[in-house]
Structures are given as C-alpha cells and as structure tokens.
C-alpha cells in the first residue's frame, strides 16, 4: 500500500508499504520530515521531475558495518600512495554538484537529484545533520560522497568519482571513522556490486531501527 501524505509530519508503519520499498507520496522536504523520515529508517528517492517526494522504507536494509569494511590490496596499494587527500564536510555544495552531475546524471530520465534535493540537503549539512566526504588530487575535487547522520549512523544518500576508485577512498575513510563507535552502520539504501564488494550486507528492519536507536 502506497500513503499520501499530508502536511501533518507523520509518516505510516514501514511494514504496510510496498515489496519494493515504496511506502508514501507527498509531503514536503522541510528539515523536521526528512529528519523524522531518516530516525525511522524512511528516505525520499524519485526522480525530481516527478513533481512530489517518495519516501522508502525497505523491510531488508543493505548496511556496511565499519569493522567489517573490505579493503582489497588494490585498495589498500592505492591508500599506501598518499596521492589522494581526504576532508570531512570541505567541500559539501561541490560534493553534491558532483553526484549531480558525473557521468551527465542529470540528463539521464528519472535524475533525482534536482534543485528541490540540493537545497533540502544543504539545509541539513547548514544544521548538522548532514555531511560529505571529498576526495581531493591537489586542489581539484575528485570524488566524494554524502549523507545524513543520525545517533552514530550515517546514511549514505549518493558518491562520485572522476579518477578510478575515488569513492571506494571516501567510503572506506567514512568507516575508519565510524568503526571506534557502538551501535554504528553506513546504510547504503540500495545493493550494488561495488558495496557489496567492499562488505555491504543486509538486516532486517527490526535489526536496523535496534542500531539506530542504539538498542541492540
């Protein structure tokens, strides 16, 4: 069942939305939802052209734990180099033009990170709640990756690269400094190969919201 939801802030039981995840339309993108949406493992996802948000709620949540991020030898070779510097929140506004953009995303039918996206992501980064990872070759930036923090887990919402392996540096960054942290994960929203190479693995909804609570 898919919920069209009004100006009230609430949001209905994850359990009843649909097989794909799908669980409401409508709403808006002000600080106060999203923030609710995120403390219920809930996130907008819809193309931006769409004309209303779509919030998901999938009931197998794809998480990478920080102690059990994979770093092959190709990985750790390139880190050894030193080529490559890293920041925490440097460069949010570039990180997400970046995500944005590569690979001309945002012509692609169905781009969701449209103007609404960035300016209600950058409200939370302003506030907080919301931070990037770059990646830096000297003064240009080339690659990164962002997303939103609640309790101490961090919920990956998008990543880039312009130089092989950019993000894969940013994520396994993100993990080192999430791994001294109880009741941790980076929560990848969506399997892809790339994730679950690098350790990405699913739990159930009741595990998820256990962690973010800080419960389990």
């Not at 009843?16 to 339309?25: K, M, T």
């Not at 033009?97 to 950058?122: F, M």
């Not at 309790?151 to 894969?168: D, H, Q, R, T």
């Amino acid at each position: 069942m898919v919920f069209k939801l009004s100006n009230e802030l609430i949001f209905p039981n994850p359990h009843y939305g649909e097989e794909d995840g799908l669980l409401a339309i409508g709403g808006d993108l002000c600080v106060d939802r999203l923030l609710l949406a995120y403390s219920h493992g809930i996130f907008p996802w819809y193309s931006f052209d769409f004309g209303e948000p779509r919030w998901y709620c999938p009931l197998n949540r794809f998480v990478i734990f920080p102690k059990e991020i994979h770093i092959s030898h190709s990985m750790r070779t390139l880190i050894n180099k030193r080529q490559y510097r890293i920041s925490i929140g440097e460069a949010f506004d570039g990180v997400l033009r970046g995500c944005q953009t590569v690979n001309n995303r945002d012509k692609i039918p169905g781009a969701w990170l449209g103007p609404n996206i960035i300016e209600a992501y950058t409200r939370l980064h302003i506030l907080g709640f919301a931070t990037s990872v770059e990646v830096w070759d000297g003064d240009t930036l080339v690659g990164g990756l962002y997303g939103v923090m609640i309790n101490n887990c961090f919920i990956g919402e998008s990543m880039f690269s312009l130089v092989p392996s950019a993000s894969k540096l940013a994520l396994i960054h993100l993990a080192h400094l999430y791994e001294p942290l109880e009741n941790s994960f980076i929560d990848c929203q969506f399997e892809t190969p790339h994730l679950k190479s690098m350790g990405g693995r699913y739990i159930s909804y009741e595990e998820y919201m256990n962690i973010l609570k800080g419960e389990n």
